[in-house]
């Protein structure tokens, strides 16, 4: 995530989803938002739906409001914006600088871990989305999350929500391998696509989190519009035992 991005049509879908989830707060969530340094490109600009309020602001209006005041100047275009907006109401944020560094990275990972220790979901915010064959302490590495950081997270007992950009590839194969990655990882769990024009928002359910959870979820896959959010299954893998 960047400040940079504050504001575009993916956060409105993002933060929606995210309130969605959270139930009101009933259900703690944390952000991870794995904050990188702007790159001074375009990656971001997609405002215009914040001219078109007669269109879009009925999905959330107050959420709408929150971005458009947002957005409106260069100084509120930052992720503290948000924070402290109570956009995701009970929500705790992590938003240190992620690094490329290797053990640096490790660091950033376990104050993670110790901030979000009593959430019941954490979502991962990455710039492009799960890892690829750039190897983990390389440059631009932090602009992925990696399946060993998702399988640890998981392990701990949390769900996790993860931000997937779509790549040009076919996309019913990429969400396919993805839920195949995933599986590996955090095995038992059940998985969830919701799925936008642009990107994917890939969730996992830990067998441990709690039904108000679950319910959410449910209800988060018929809230919306398919163009808005299109949320749906993708299944259970079974627990192996040795």
Not at 17 to 36: D, K, P
Not at 54 to 60: A, E, G, L, T
Request: charged content about 25%; overall charge neutral; hydrophobic content about 40%.
């Amino acid at each position: 995530m960047k400040d940079q991005y504050v504001g575009d049509i993916n956060d409105y879908r993002k933060y929606a989803l995210l309130r969605a989830l959270s139930s009101g707060g009933a259900n703690r969530i944390g952000v991870c938002w794995m904050l990188t340094p702007s790159d001074g490109g375009m990656d971001g600009g997609k405002l215009a739906y914040l001219q078109q309020p007669d269109r879009h602001r009925q999905v959330d209006p107050e959420l709408f409001d929150i971005l458009e005041h947002a957005a409106s100047a260069p100084d509120r275009r930052r992720l503290a914006t948000i924070e402290g907006s109570g956009a995701i109401l009970g929500a705790r944020y992590h938003n240190d600088l992620l690094p490329d560094e290797l053990a640096a990275r490790h660091a950033f990972m376990g104050r993670c871990a110790y901030a979000f220790r009593e959430v019941d979901l954490i979502f991962f915010d990455p710039d492009n989305g799960l890892e690829v064959a750039k190897p983990k302490g390389r440059k631009d590495s932090s602009k992925y999350l990696y399946l060993d950081e998702v399988s640890a997270f998981y392990s701990s007992g949390k769900s996790l929500l993860i931000y997937q950009h779509f790549p040009r590839v076919e996309r019913t194969v990429f969400l396919s391998r993805c839920a195949e990655r995933l599986r590996v990882a955090a095995p038992g769990a059940s998985l969830w696509a919701f799925t936008t024009a642009h990107v994917v928002f890939l969730l996992l359910l830990h067998p441990a989190s709690p039904a108000r959870l679950h319910s959410a979820t449910d209800a988060a896959c018929t809230r919306w519009a398919p163009e808005f959010i299109s949320g749906r299954f993708l299944g259970t893998e079974p627990t192996t035992h040795n």
